[in-house]
């Protein structure tokens, strides 16, 4: 199994520019979530999905959107991008409800110029 | 709401050093804890969790106690090499019906030779 992956690895975009980040996983797992991860911020939670067709927001949604037509796939999308989406984003996915371990994708380094 | 709250600042130590980093919780209830660990350049991996008040996890020499009374999970291990080296989060889980989890904000350990 290849776990959770993320494309690209790293990215440069400018100011307005739109692109999707990619994450997929081969586990069959039910539920997957995008974090941004900041300098002394931890961790955040964009968007989630408790399973295909269903999405929702996290504690910081504002400038991405998401969709989840299959359950492998779970794209994240910038809009357009602002500086202040320069971060380190991972996708994590886990298998259903309760304290279950979520398996982090290795990130994608995203700098908005 | 629910939180978590790390001390701040890195830990710099020696090898076979003690290592405690702490991590206390605001909480209704008692909900699971999580320590998850990230490896240079890579995503995070969970470390050990503890479901309920009480509960001792334990992980790679790595143990952390969930004490209600002080409302802490603070993470130790007793004798650290430089592999340990690393980013430790303390995260909680806000919601058993589709995993979310809050993250602290991370310390980063150094194991020095």
């Known amino acids: 199994n290849a776990g959770v992956t993320q494309t690209p690895k790293f990215q440069v975009l400018k100011t307005g520019q739109s692109m999707t980040l990619q994450c997929a996983q081969d586990?069959?797992?039910?539920?997957m979530s995008w974090y941004r991860q900041d300098p002394g911020m931890g961790l955040r939670l964009i968007h989630y999905?408790?399973?295909?067709?269903?999405?929702d927001q996290g504690e910081v949604p504002n400038g991405y959107n998401v969709s989840r037509s299959t359950t492998e796939d779970f794209p994240l999308r910038l809009l357009s991008a602002a500086p202040s989406q320069t971060s380190v984003y991972f996708c994590?996915?886990?298998?259903?409800?309760?304290?279950?371990?979520?398996?982090f994708g290795p990130g994608t380094r995203l700098t908005v110029t | 709401g629910n939180s978590v709250t790390q001390m701040e600042g890195p830990v710099t130590l020696s090898e076979e050093a003690f290592l405690t980093i702490n991590c206390t919780y605001t909480?209704?209830?008692?909900?699971?804890l999580f320590w998850y660990v990230q490896y240079p350049g890579e995503g995070l991996q969970l470390l050990l969790k503890?479901?309920?008040?009480?509960d001792k996890g334990s992980n790679k020499g790595f143990e952390a106690t969930y004490r209600k009374e002080t409302t802490s999970f603070h993470l130790e291990k007793g004798s650290v090499q430089v592999s340990d080296s690393a980013v430790y989060f303390c995260?909680?889980?806000?919601?058993?019906?589709?995993?979310?989890?809050?993250f602290g904000k991370g310390n980063q350990v150094v194991v020095i030779p």
């Open positions: 994590a996915s886990s298998t259903g409800q309760g304290a279950y371990e979520q398996y």
């Open positions: 586990m069959n797992h039910e539920y």
């Open positions: 999905s408790v399973g295909a067709g269903i999405t």
């Open positions: 909480a209704t209830g008692y909900p699971s």
């Open positions: 503890a479901t309920k008040a009480d």
């Open positions: 995260a909680l889980i806000l919601s058993y019906g589709n995993n979310r989890l809050a």
